[in-house]
């Protein structure tokens, strides 16, 4: 079965985190400072309404719960503007999962068929838990439960969700693996309608075992997390420390760098204010700049704007009486106008900037970057660090590559780590010497270090990199943080301008796809390694968080439902069961399962996310290109309840995350390693 999870949702407010807004900007005239963002958890009341928040761009992260009774939940980076705003796509404020709205009918037993596709069960740390899959033939109508019996006379019994994806049924499943005292047997599901149907229970995730590691094996390498340059110092001292094992590559597309124009805000929005913008960078001039508006203090004066150094004064126009008569129209045109000028203005949003200018004294323009000064503005060259002992194309390449969403701080620790694991375990441990004995590996720790260093330094909620292809009216200083495109969304296969669903073509939006495909250098880069390196026969896109492995297709067409054309059943099956072996290894370091209904292809256990990655390296290079959803929910047992863990867990919760995601990308290295023989 292929199970939704269809991303989308609000309103219902079931738990809200508060994500800090990044350290305090300085003062301007005027509101300058961008709203607060929060990780909250939302609710949608059906399917109708999740495909229009999908389409509005709104800022979604991957862990997405469905409700009984046709409910969805899902995490969501929101202000309170935008919560306000996403009212009229659907949500509704009442407490609680709505209830379902398909009313109670009769059907004849061959519509209400019953097939069970996948009853299995798993053990954690926290005990057994069941997960089943099935479909009814009277599609998403039907009212699902399943019953199961296990070992020592254990029973228990839950509802079934149904998954309806852009019109197309997919079938019913739990919502959430449900907690079983002992181990489960068998399952029976019925519906209301009177089908039924049964099946055993099998072990998940039931993959082959990865290589066992020999006696003192090395581990646990990473201690905090890292920006940008210290993830490209920790690749360059490995190669210094095993230069025979190892090359550093410098991709060739540097990116725009964590730099911005400086700007300042003045007057009184909307009406009779002005947004001004330095036309160089704030750390290569424009945060030297200062801009004040004056009146003439006589009568019949002319609007001027003269430049003294780094001081712009704006002279106010009087009229007879020596009022003031300057709009901010003419104010703005008159700083761009002006020959010489380091700035350009322009009016506040939308408005037409009819209102007249009051004297505004001098305002400093920055660029509100709060790094220290030792972080680089200037672009940056993004490193891979390729290793192997045969780097000469002749083994399968695998490419493990993290932070495209930049908030996303465990993924880069989960490829340092596997690469230390790799390096320092090589002299020491027979199943290493046989991966890079048979292997290339190419490590890319973070693929959008300006959106990183923004993250870490200005917004931690940042998803986009920093590129603001934003229209003057989108770019006042209160919305820096809307700026960027999502690079998991500027690949060129399945993408937004090809008539795909899942991306959006909103500058300000969390998944805005770029002015074209491949528009930004860091989506250029990793498609030039795939380009460079024909050997490249897998990938590993590191994402966080919710819990899933995924593959191609991960696009569809809304109208339809019309996919990326689907592998074939020998390649499906390849995917699957490579995935049960890197799933058991993730779930040997703390017992984390990745759940069953969250590893498949991306259209059917999350949402369709036009324009990514995974789906340009598979379908144009023939890469077996897979995601990771680092960052598994965590079981509560005082509350039974699964919980999310977020972009920024506690070091502690990270720490374990990067443990346990490394030995999965290391088992994949054994696929790799396998696929060769």
């Not at 020596?322 to 761009?336: L, P, R």
């Amino acid at each position: 079965m292929r199970g939704l999870r269809a991303s989308a949702a609000l309103l219902t407010i079931v738990l809200a985190t508060a994500l800090s807004a990044g350290p305090s900007t300085p003062a301007v005239a005027g509101p300058a400072d961008p709203e607060p963002a929060s990780l909250v958890t939302l609710s949608v009341p059906d399917r109708a309404a999740m495909e229009r928040l999908v389409a509005s761009g709104a800022d979604l992260t991957e862990r997405i719960r469905p409700q009984p009774g046709g409910g969805i939940q899902v995490d969501a980076v929101v202000t309170a503007s935008q919560l306000a705003g996403l009212r009229s796509l659907g949500a509704t404020l009442a407490p609680g999962s709505p209830s379902a709205s398909h009313p109670a009918q009769e059907r004849t037993a061959a519509e209400d068929q019953i097939v069970v596709e996948r009853a299995v069960w798993f053990r954690s740390h926290d005990g057994y838990f069941l997960s089943v899959e099935a479909s009814s033939g009277a599609g998403a109508a039907a009212t699902l439960s399943v019953t199961w019996k296990g070992r020592r006379g254990s029973t228990g019994q839950a509802p079934m969700v149904p998954y309806v994806d852009a019109g197309a049924y997919l079938g019913h499943q739990l919502s959430t693996p449900v907690p079983a005292t002992d181990q489960p047997q068998w399952v029976t599901v019925t519906s209301a309608g009177g089908g039924s149907a049964e099946a055993r229970v099998r072990e998940w995730p039931d993959g082959e075992r990865p290589d066992r590691t020999g006696p003192g094996y090395q581990k646990d390498f990473v201690s905090q997390y890292m920006p940008p340059a210290q993830l490209n110092e920790r690749i360059k001292a490995l190669h210094r420390r095993f230069p025979q094992l190892t090359d550093i590559i410098t991709l060739p597309n540097p990116t725009n760098g964590y730099r911005r124009h400086a700007q300042a805000l003045i007057g009184a929005p909307p009406g009779a204010a002005v947004v001004v913008t330095s036309n160089a960078y704030g750390s290569e001039g424009g945060n030297d700049l200062a801009v004040e508006l004056v009146t003439p203090g006589a009568p019949d004066r002319p609007l001027q704007v003269t430049v003294n150094g780094k001081q712009i004064t704006v002279t106010l126009a009087t009229d007879g009486s020596g009022a003031v008569t300057s709009t901010a129209a003419q104010v703005a045109a008159a700083i761009s106008g002006t020959p010489g000028s380091p700035v350009k203005a322009s009016t506040y949003r939308t408005d037409p900037g009819s209102g007249v200018m009051a004297p505004a004294p001098l305002t400093q323009l920055s660029d509100f970057l709060q790094a220290p000064a030792d972080v680089s503005r200037q672009p940056m060259r993004v490193l891979a660090l390729r290793i192997g002992a045969h780097r000469d194309g002749s083994r399968p390449g695998v490419l493990a590559y993290a932070q495209e969403h930049a908030r996303e701080w465990v993924t880069p620790l989960v490829t340092i780590e596997a690469a230390e694991r790799l390096l320092r375990n090589h002299a020491r441990d027979a199943a290493t010497r046989r991966l890079l004995r048979n292997t290339d590996v190419f490590i890319v720790p973070t693929v959008n270090p300006d959106g990183a260093n923004y993250s870490f330094y200005d917004f931690n909620s940042q998803r986009k990199n920093m590129t603001n292809h934003c229209p003057p009216q989108q770019s006042d200083p209160a919305l820096r943080n809307t700026w960027g495109v999502d690079v998991n969304r500027n690949y060129a296969v399945g993408s937004l301008s090809d008539g795909y669903f899942g991306a959006s073509a909103n500058c300000q939006s969390g998944t805005f796809a770029g002015p074209a495909e491949h528009s930004e250098p860091e989506s250029r880069n990793v498609i030039w390694l795939a380009q460079k390196y024909r050997n490249i026969k897998f990938a590993l896109n590191v994402h966080s968080y919710g819990g899933y492995f995924m593959w191609p297709p991960g696009a569809y067409k809304l109208d339809g439902r019309v996919t990326l054309p689907r592998p074939t059943a020998e390649q499906e099956a390849y995917f699957l069961r490579s995935a049960r072996t890197i799933e058991e290894a993730i779930a040997a370091e703390r017992g984390t399962v990745t759940w069953p209904q969250q590893t498949g292809p991306v259209t059917d256990v999350l949402y369709s996310a036009a324009g990514n990655s995974a789906d340009e390296l598979w379908y144009d290079y023939g890469v077996f290109g897979w995601d990771f959803e680092v960052g598994s929910d965590l079981w509560n047992p005082a509350t039974g309840r699964w919980e999310g863990v977020g972009f920024q867990p506690p070091f502690s919760e990270g720490h374990e995350e990067a443990m346990e995601f490394a030995s999965g990308l290391i088992a994949l290295i054994g696929v790799a390693a396998d696929y060769r023989r």
